[in-house]
């Protein structure tokens, strides 16, 4: 196939230990390392060993937010994508927006393949695949462990929850990526250089005329609450008796 | 890193070093030396603020390079405890740092490297020594010195040849300067180079403890040319030449992974292009390569530290004793307290260093100098302590802390040991303040050469250094940092003067001898080593954004009790100068080495 999209999101990376700012407005941030979002980087390792088995010509990787996002982008340059898109929003964006913004980049480019993480690691939403598929009409994979192309169709194992479950789905074609698909590569240096010369777009989400999506608006953010000290019961009778003092049965 | 060190010889060469008389004339801000400056009793501010910054781009850039670095080397944790035991990187690991790119560092990109400036390449060997010194080890005596060398000096016919080579590792670089009767006085070399009838030169001799000398392809060897009294030059030698010999692998106390042999050359023919620099200046690039790649092992002192915080930090909370987490502990808090301001410190003169090494400043050797003393010294302390702090766990091989305690043993031995650079920054600072006035320039100048023929003049000289003192205001950096910290900043300046005012009393008192007090040689460095850390720390933190935030607060804390220590510190050497028992102290050794035993028993 000509051409594979892949979305590549800025969040907190997963080493740092998540605060909540003061005000409780959001996740802090400032100061903070920022990552490309573990699943979106098995996405873009899968869509380079596609290129480099000659499944795929060109890899082009997708952020959308701010101009901090190039330096994921970047990120993703160095691993072996050919071009970048950044999506130029100052606004946060939800997964129906982020969605249709999509769709949008998948008619400029004539995407043959989506390639997403299956969710991102700092909301959780597991949603903007599977929209995005819905809005394209096309079909969707999603939680995927091993994907093997042949021509026209892709032959996609997913991780549900009683097992493993491999499906057949005609391209083109949304895949969303778990955990065990790969191990992403690290990035070599000298690569990091060559990154530079590559060309990284940057398009205005006005441009691309997307409705934004009624927004969800977050009241406030709270640290989860400390947990409580245990007890050490001696046998199954004093256990069900605490539970029972509790209130818990 | 080669064990190789500045010696003894280096302070006697001083004087011999001419270069310095002219940036004492300090034509231009990068001629200056802040460091020596203080011995004049001046904080050149220009050269403190603004605390140093890279662009956005670089922080992107090195961002990334950090990254691989982790992802590298954070699951090996189990592998670099195996490979200490067992005193050998594995070939395939070593692989990995050449497919990683580790070996092309400070090389330009158009020999293949990615051209990491000195902050840069310090930042990623701060990163490497997070997970294991030796991995460091064999990364930094590669770039910091096995090449630096050929990238300072080499010929662009040279640098064509080799850096690409070097650059992806199929190279591994080595610096050969030690001998077995020459460690810190370098000058005492017995390699020789001699011309031979193909127009280029045989070599003969022995080199010792030569970080990478086993797996290295790309040797820098300094020898003494045409005869043995010769100057010494610097030379390419490739492995494959016949005549060149590695030794077995040493058995070492640390950094027992990272290879150490000798290498040895027995009619090694180098082909003349194969001279780096110019004949009979190989003192002076031996020292240069050496000044310029401090800020490689403070950088991993600077990781090292960063490690020792985090294991020592984890371990104080989860320890249960007497009831409560150890952490609650006022002698465990003190420890943690003062590791962190030792590395905020060093991290904060590390960068203040390769800054100036970045801006093109020509005479950092002074400043390097500090850097390394502090931060190898620091390290060391926090390696001590976290082990401490795990107490029975810390002595058990099972964790981590006994192999950073051995690891760190070589910080302030290699790469000219603490004793030495702490004459070096001395006398160094001692002579620029000496050739301040330019009148008085070839007077103190022979207190150098020839120390009876100058002393006559210093009591004229001494009078108008306290004039010239005095006339400096203070209330010089005060305005630059945050106002909570004004008293600490008059903490600096008071004690600049004072050092100042030190060096004089030195120079009365000893005069001729002042090369053999080395006492109060030692003195005089602590007080400039606490003035120049104590003043990038305060520089740091002055430009930080103020805000209520803790780590924000935290930084303004730490200035504060780096900087009412130092001020004990160096109100503690500057008493001792007056009053002392070195005579004593130097008596009773004396005695001791005569019998050479403990001559005392209790029974």
Redesign the interface.
Known sequence: MERVLVGLKRVVDYNVRVRIRSDGSGVETD?VKM?INPFDEIALEEALRMKERGEANEVVVVSIGGSEC??QL??GL?MGADRAILVETAESVNPLTGARIFLELIKREAAELVLLGKQAIDDDNNQTGQMLAALWGRPQATFASRIELNGSTAKVTREVDVGLETIEVDLPAVITTDLRLNEPR????????KA?KKPLDQIPVADLAVESAASITAVTFEPPEQRQKGIIVKDVAELVAALKDKGLV | MGVATEGISMTANLAEDKQNETSAEAERDLDLSPAKGLFCGEIIQSCFWPFPEITNEQK??L???L??VD??LEDKQENFRQWDEAGEQPEEFIQGLR????F??IIP?EH????LSNTGYSRVLQQSSRYDSSVSLTIGAHSSIGMKGLLLFGTDAQKERYLPRLASGEMIAAYCLTESGSGSDAASIRTRATRNSNGGWTLNGEKIWITNGGIADFYTVFARTDSDAGKLSAFIVERDSPGVNIGLKEDKLGIRSSSTTTVSFADVEIPAENLLGEEGKGFKIAMAILNSGRTGLSGGAVGGMKTCIALASKQAVERKQFGSSIAEFGLIKKKIAEMTVDCFAAESAVRMVSHYIDSGYTDYSVEAAISKVFASEAMFRAANESLQIAAGNGFMKEFPYERIMRDSRILTIFEGTSEILRLFIALSGMKYAGVLLQELKSATDDIFNNPIKGFGLLSDYAGRRITHLTSLGQDRIIAAVPEILRDDALVFEKYTLELARMTDVLLRRHGKSIIEKQFALQRAADVVIDLFVGLSVLSRVSAMTPDDSE?YQQALSIAHIFSQRAKRRMNRNLRAMLRNEDEAAKSLAEYIFDKQSYPWDVL
């Not at chain 1, 690290?186 to 250089?193: A, F, R």
């Open positions: 100061g990552s190039q330096q970047r990120t160095a690290y990035v070599k240096l000298p690569d990091i250089m530079k | 992107e850039m961002g990334m390079v990254d691989s992802r590298f497919d990683l790119g580790l092309g560092l990109e293949g490297g990615i051209g780590q």
